[in-house]
């Protein structure tokens, strides 16, 4: 009779302490070898940014099918976001889309894994935004291109409640980039760092390419997207 009344107390205890003390507890170690791993590339490659960022757009697994679909000179910028979705799709799908599975698989922990399994973007040039989505197998599945002199009203802000519940926006970890284009409003909710494209060939240290993708092209998108007027 005991063991029935004992269970359900562990069993809580155990999830409060799982998501209360494990999982932020990993998550700073997680944080802390990411800032290592990039302090250690910065120093390798300091006052080389541009040359090593063109070298990445060419050669890594990553970044280059993202570049050879979006056909760009220079790119200054990649972040992976969330799929644009109108209140229409809301009934396709109803869990919150946190850039599919590649997001637990390259961080390890601390990301929901949920039903969207592909690929966003949003990839910044000097003269354009892009927007990519990406299947499970790599296919480009949409591709919208934004002349960056033409976007109207052009601003950043917190995911809002109202955001969250039309279309599955996560107020948590991303943020809204909004703007007016051709007469159509465009929302995006992008996260803060570059999580990778689909990729078959095997990735020898994870964690380490993640750092240099993020220090090379998440951080200069985010670096845009300070300067843009934001809304609080």
């Known amino acids: 009779m005991w063991i029935i009344v004992l269970l359900p107390i562990v069993c809580v205890a155990g999830f409060f302490w799982y998501n209360k003390v494990y999982l932020p507890q990993t998550h700073e170690k997680s944080e802390e070898k990411q800032r290592a791993f990039t302090d250690s590339f910065i120093s390798q490659i300091r006052g080389r940014e541009d040359e090593v960022r063109s070298q990445y757009v060419q050669t890594n697994n990553s970044v280059s099918p993202i570049a050879k679909q979006m056909n760009e000179d220079a790119i200054m910028g990649i972040i992976s976001c969330m799929e644009r979705r109108d209140l229409k799709d809301v009934a396709r799908q109803?869990?919150?889309?946190?850039?599919?599975?590649?997001?637990?698989?390259?961080?390890?922990?601390?990301?929901?894994?949920?039903?969207?399994?592909?690929?966003?973007?949003?990839?910044?040039?000097?003269?354009?935004?892009?927007?990519?989505?990406?299947?499970?197998?790599?296919?480009?599945?949409?591709?919208?291109?934004?002349?960056?002199?033409?976007?109207?009203?052009?601003?950043?802000?917190?995911?809002?409640?109202?955001?969250?519940?039309?279309?599955?926006?996560?107020?948590?970890?991303?943020?809204?980039?909004?703007?007016?284009?051709?007469?159509?409003?465009?929302?995006?909710?992008?996260?803060?760092?570059?999580?990778?494209?689909?990729?078959?060939?095997?990735?020898?240290?994870?964690?380490?390419?993640?750092?240099?993708?993020?220090?090379l092209f998440a951080e200069p998108f985010l670096k845009f997207a300070a300067g843009v007027r934001r809304e609080e």
């Open 94 to 215: 109803t869990l919150t889309n946190v850039a599919g599975k590649a997001v637990g698989k390259m961080v390890g922990i601390g990301f929901k894994q949920v039903d969207n399994e592909e690929f966003y973007f949003l990839a910044l040039t000097s003269d354009k935004l892009h927007y990519l989505h990406f299947s499970e197998s790599g296919n480009c599945r949409e591709h919208l291109i934004f002349d960056r002199n033409r976007m109207e009203y052009l601003e950043t802000g917190k995911v809002t409640a109202v955001e969250s519940a039309a279309v599955q926006g996560d107020m948590f970890s991303s943020t809204r980039l909004s703007f007016t284009y051709e007469g159509t409003q465009y929302k995006f909710f992008y996260f803060d760092k570059f999580y990778g494209y689909p990729s078959d060939d095997d990735v020898t240290d994870g964690e380490k390419e993640l750092a240099e993708l993020n220090y």
